[in-house]
């Protein structure tokens, strides 16, 4: 290497580069932190540069750049960039000295990932597109061996490197794509804020819908807005109509049409009217024989068509409208006509109706619109024929227009406005349009007047939808038998579907039923279903059947559907069901938060929409004692639903449930309740009232312990309608029911296990309330619903507790009493024990009946069980578990080091006994860990095991395994200098096993 290696490369390549006015993207943060080897792949205006330079800047460790160029295919150039890039790093002058010594590429890239892993530093390369050449592979394979480091590329094509399959097979390699970085409908509300806008949701969406994300495409929008060169609203149509964007115009002119050759961007501007090409499109209406030969060529680069389908290739919207508008109006209108003949002779009425369209045949396409339309909203086509409607002048709609305007309308949750256009539809579109409405929103009085209107008009084709509408009108309004008795025919469609289960008390088959809506909506083409939504029914379903992690991952996959779908009913609902998973969890905070942004996003929805929200609401006002907010929440959530009886049950019962969890039962409440459940016929909810009128006091044991054995749920687990969210109140008042009915004891026992009884407890032996008693790291005593540690009478009684801590069994009194006060009077000795035990009885059992926690007696116990907790005898079971057990890993590496300081001698041989076998049951877990093929997992237990005992050889061999096996052989180097230093503060040596494996791993 001659001397002025540094005349090879340019200070400007190893730059980080300047980030000016990105935001943030934690979902990419996530993703770029969490690799050894990154690859991102994506074509030009992707973000990869902005994503690296800005995505990784709270990145605690050095971080290293080098901007790639085709002279890179020479290694000699290519180490240069390498030396000069890593020269920052600490350390990296060395790959720098390596160079002035005439070092070989290969050896200077070993280098830099030897400085890589020393530092666990980052290093991102550029433009990586130009490693593919044959003399870089060996450098390349040096570099990707960084150890502790990472490396990142970035590259315009796949990089089909053999240096990064057994990579990849490690899984120590996290690709990147295009659709990765392409930015999302709530990143794109970022970037508006970023530039000082606040566009309403539909623009953010149709902003994201014009430019599906394309970050670069993205910004310029953005800027261009911000600037007022442009209007969002302006690019809803980008099929018809000029769109002002020049900048992001000229910059795809320059960088993604410039190198095309002349033939190409012809058959790409003149194809640029048709939404999709296919080699039979451009033969029939651009004469082109090599169609098919031209379309793959185009899609080859990546960037200018895409496939979509067998043979069917397109182009992005905005490329499209810019290629558009460089043909002449004629032209483009000639194309579009010829096209429409086209689709028409082969029966794809769509993209007919678009081309008429673009050729100005208005009425051929009003024609179409509505003769298909309402098939296209069955298929969730809901913006497709929103903008088609909206390319039609109003002049040429028709009846049958305006009711299908009212009908996209209300899919898209603008039920104002889908009225106002029903208005203008006939008298029979009118009515049926206008009871949908009611329908979707379930405000059964609304639907009323409209049904019978339809009714009158209906002839014979049409009575059978009529009926079905009114059926689900008596469903909604809290009549399921009606609904079913109006038409026998209807029967068994209403009777199989999950609502009408749910309003039944039927609940296990209405979530079958549910869950099996849920798998044919997730994903597909279709139109939201509102309230009838199966992910939904199926989280409010768990919610009430006090399976609350189930009822949230339903709520979020169902905020997910309704993102996908655009519909604020959907995710405004969702919300409210996110927030009933948590009330059923008990996390009362982000229940709150949930049911907040559900009633904002409903606000301009549909006053229904408000009524499950501000339920939740109202519970956790009663809850926390602030009964008059409470009632003021309840009264407006009556006002809304709109003749709705389940709905108005619920409410009244989730509000005297408020009230009865914070101290103050309602019993006109629960009447009004009772009442509205007898109506709908509604066994479920009856239960529940007569459960909460039992805790409350108001009704008799015979009254609701057929109804409880019927929903033992209620009681064994908790629920959303439960009489008591905990779980001790719920297993009193569980022994106090079978007490008084002791018919009902063995229908009541799976409740009984599921609190963690082996048999129904007796009254005497449930307090109503749970201790938790602590002697890891500190003696203390903690009942639930006390947010400190009970006060102790006085400090023996500490020491006894400790005592009987670390003797399970229990033990006599007399041994007690002599280890607590050996040197005592006979008489002093008893008169002082029998205080300290009445002291930590006191502490214990104070409000509950004695000797419920403490047996006392000739021999003494603590009576750990389901409400009392010993985190003493929690420990040793995870200790004495076979190694491997599931959940024994994690367990043990949250446990406390060691037992609380004690003068007791029994107390310290137990402490010294427990932190012998913590560290070594770590080990023994690290080891399992390692074998099962999980690195990560054993170099977690292995550390804890040294942190409590550094000279333990095991957990050194393990963690210097598992560093080896991810590659990191300066951890392997620590790890044992460290362990050499303990043993040698000891005046040991490491093993011979151990030196040996030390040997073996880092070739020493």
């Known amino acids: ?53 800005a995505g990784l800047p709270e990145r605690s460790g050095p971080v290293a750049w080098l901007t790639l160029d085709a002279d890179d295919a020479d290694p000699q150039v290519l180490a240069a960039g390498l030396a000069l890039a890593a020269e920052g790093l600490p350390g990296g002058a060395a790959a720098c000295a390596l160079l002035d010594a005439g070092a070989s ?54 990089l089909p490197l053999p240096e990064l399959t057994r990579l990849e097979a490690a899984g120590e390699v996290r690709q990147l ?163 429409a003949t086209f689709f028409e002779r082969t029966g794809r009425p769509r993209r007919a109706m678009a081309a008429h369209l673009l050729a100005g045949n208005i009425g051929r396409a009003a024609a179409l619109l509505a003769t298909h339309g309402a098939a296209w909203l069955g298929l969730g086509r809901v913006t497709l024929v929103e903008r088609s409607l909206g390319r039609l002048p109003r002049a040429a709609w028709s009846p049958e227009l305006h009711a299908l305007a009212g009908d996209t309308l209300r899919l898209s949750s603008r039920y104002a406005e889908a009225l106002a256009e029903y208005a203008q539809a006939a008298p029979l579109a009118r009515a049926l349009g206008e009871a949908q409405v009611g329908l979707d929103t379930v405000q059964p009085d609304l639907a009323w007047a409209p049904l019978d209107v339809a009714e009158r008009l209906a002839g014979e084709e049409d009575r059978a939808l009529v009926r079905r509408l ?15 008795a109006l038409e026998p025919a209807l029967e068994p469609a209403l009777a199989s579907g999950a609502r009408h289960a749910l309003r039944t008390g039927d609940l296990d088959r209405a979530l079958a039923l549910a869950l099996a809506a849920a798998r044919g909506e997730a994903g597909g083409a279709r139109a939201a279903q509102n309230h009838r939504e199966g992910l939904l029914l199926a989280s409010f379903l768990h919610a009430i059947l006090g399976e609350a992690d189930a009822a949230a991952r339903c709520a979020r996959e169902g905020l997910a559907e309704g993102e996908r779908l655009s519909s604020p009913f959907v995710r405004s609902l969702a919300l409210a069901r996110l927030g009933h ?9 982000d229940a709150r938060a949930a049911y907040e942004q559900a009633l904002g996003l409903a606000r301009n929805v549909a006053g229904r929409l408000r009524v499950e929200p501000l339920m939740g609401l109202t519970y956790l006002a009663g809850r926390s004692g602030d009964s008059e907010r409470a009632r003021t929440l309840a009264a407006e959530a009556l006002s809304q639903t709109s003749g709705d009886g389940y709905m108005a049950g619920l409410l009244h019962l989730t509000a005297a449930l408020g009230h009865l969890h914070g101290g103050q039962p309602d019993g006109p409440g629960l ?41 033992p749920f209620l009681l064994g687990r908790r629920s959303m309608l439960s009489p008591f969210p905990e779980r001790a109140r719920r297993a009193a008042l569980l022994a106090r029911l079978v007490a008084a009915a002791p018919e009902s004891r063995a229908a009541l026992t799976p409740a009984a296990q599921a609190l963690g009884y082996a048999g129904v407890p007796s009254p005497a032996d449930t307090p109503g309330f749970e201790v938790q008693v602590q002697v890891l790291g500190r003696v203390a005593v903690t009942r639930s619903g006390e947010a400190r540690p009970r006060e102790w009478g006085r400090a023996r009684a500490r020491d006894l507790l400790a005592l009987l801590a670390v003797h399970p069994a229990g033990l006599a009194r007399e ?73 024994r890993l994690d367990a043990l590496l949250v446990l406390p080091p060691a037992l609380a300081p004690s003068e007791l001698e029994a107390v310290q041989q137990e402490a010294e006994r427990y932190a012998a ?40 061999r393990t963690l210097m395994r598992a560093h080896h096996a991810r590659a990191h052989l300066a951890a392997v180097q620590r790890v044992y200098a460290g362990l050499r230093a303990s043993l040698a503060d000891l005046g040991l040596q490491p093993l011979p096993e151990t030196d040996l494996l030390y040997r073996a791993l880092t070739g020493s």
């Open 917 to 956: 076998r913590l560290p070594e049951a770590l080990a023994d877990e690290a080891a399992r860990a390692l074998a099962a093929g999980s690195p990560e997992r054993a170099g977690r237990a292995a550390e804890r095991a040294l942190a409590l005992d550094p000279a333990h050889e095991s957990a050194a």
């Open 470 to 484: 009114r059926a689900e009108n008596l469903l909604n309004a809290g009549h399921p038998a009606g609904a079913v």
């Open 1 to 53: 290497m001659p001397p002025n290696w540094r005349d090879l490369t340019s200070s400007r390549r190893t730059r980080w580069p300047a980030v000016r006015g990105a935001v943030a993207r934690p979902r990419l943060r996530e993703g770029l932190a969490g690799a050894r080897v990154l690859v991102v792949v994506a074509p030009a205006g992707y973000g990869k540069t902005t994503a690296l330079a």
């Open 581 to 589: 998973a948590h009330l059923a969890a008990g996390r009362d905070a």
């Open 815 to 887: 041994a007690a009493q002599e280890a607590l006060f050996p040197d005592a009077e006979p008489g002093v000795g008893e008169r002082n024990f029998r205080v300290t035990l009445h002291a930590l009885g006191q502490v214990l059992e104070e409000g509950a009946a004695s000797g419920v926690f403490l047996e006392r007696g000739e021999w003494l116990r603590l009576r750990a069980g389901p409400d009392l907790h010993v985190d003493l005898h929690a420990a040793l079971g995870w200790l004495e578990a076979p190694a491997g057990s599931a959940g």
């Open 177 to 339: 794509s295009a659709l990765d970085l392409a930015f999302t409908q709530e990143e794109m509300a970022d970037l508006w804020r970023a530039h000082g806008l606040t566009p309403p949701e539909a623009e953010v969406r149709l902003a994201h819908a014009v430019t599906e994300g394309w970050p670069i495409a993205a910004r310029f929008l953005a800027q261009a807005a911000a600037q007022g060169r442009v209007q969002l609203a302006d690019l809803a149509d980008l099929e018809g109509g000029e769109v002002q964007l020049g900048t992001l115009f000229a910059y795809l002119a320059q960088e993604v049409l410039g190198p095309l050759e002349p033939s190409l961007r012809d058959l790409l501007t003149r194809g640029s009217v048709f939404e999709e090409l296919t080699p039979e499109l451009l033969e029939a209406v651009l004469d082109e024989p090599h169609a098919a030969r031209l379309l793959e060529a185009l899609s080859g680069g990546g960037t200018f068509l895409t496939r979509s389908g067998e043979r069917v290739y397109r182009a992005h919207p905005l490329l499209r409208a810019h290629l558009r508008s460089l043909l002449a109006p004629a032209e483009a209108q000639a194309l579009a006509a010829r096209g």
């Open 105 to 158: 590429p290969r050896r200077v890239a070993a280098r830099v990932a030897d400085v890589l892993d020393a530092c666990a530093g980052l290093l991102v390369l550029d433009e990586a597109q130009h490693l593919g050449g044959p003399l870089t592979g060996d450098m390349l394979r040096e570099l990707l061996n960084g150890g502790a480091g990472q490396v990142a590329l970035l590259s315009r094509m796949a």
């Open 671 to 711: 009447e009004a309740a009772r009442q509205a459940f007898e109506a709908c016929g509604d066994a479920f909810g009856l239960a529940c009232v007569g459960l909460a009128r039992y805790a409350a006091g108001l009704a008799a044991a015979g009254e609701v312990a057929p109804a409880a054995a019927r929903f």
